[in-house]
């Protein structure tokens, strides 16, 4: 009987993109280069939400050292991190040396 030989099968790895579906989450992340009023100057431009809400926001990024600022598409998250990370230096910290810290998670 001959003698079959079959070639060689590579293993091919298989990168899965990422998910467009939601929810996907904005964290905002804690520093020391950034006051309160920035945070919530920030959430109030950037996220439309009421001082209130802004101001809950920066407490727990304070104490927690994160905060979940957007929950939603990925498109829309993307868009609010891009402008998180793109607000800039806070002007009333001199050791302030640029934006604040957002990452994208998905839920």
């Known amino acids: ?11 091919k790895t298989e990168i899965k993109p990422r998910d467009p579906g939601g929810p996907w989450k904005v964290v905002l992340w804690d520093d020391d280069e950034h ?6 100057e920030m959430l109030m431009d950037i ?9 809950l926001h920066a407490v727990e990024v304070d104490t927690e050292k994160k905060t979940i600022v957007f929950s939603g598409e990925l498109e ?9 990370l793109g607000y800039g230096a806070d002007p009333r910290m001199k050791v302030s040396k640029g934006s604040m810290t957002a990452t994208l998670e998905q839920s």
Not at 1 to 11: A, R, V, W
Not at 47 to 55: I, L, P, V
Not at 76 to 84: K, L, M, N, S
Request: aromatic share 8%.
């Open 47 to 55: 996220c439309m939400m009421e001082m209130e809400k802004a101001f």
């Open 1 to 11: 009987m001959p003698t079959i030989t079959l070639p060689d099968i590579e293993e």
């Open 35 to 40: 006051t309160y009023d920035y945070v919530i």
């Open 76 to 84: 829309h998250a993307e868009h609010v991190q891009d402008r998180i």
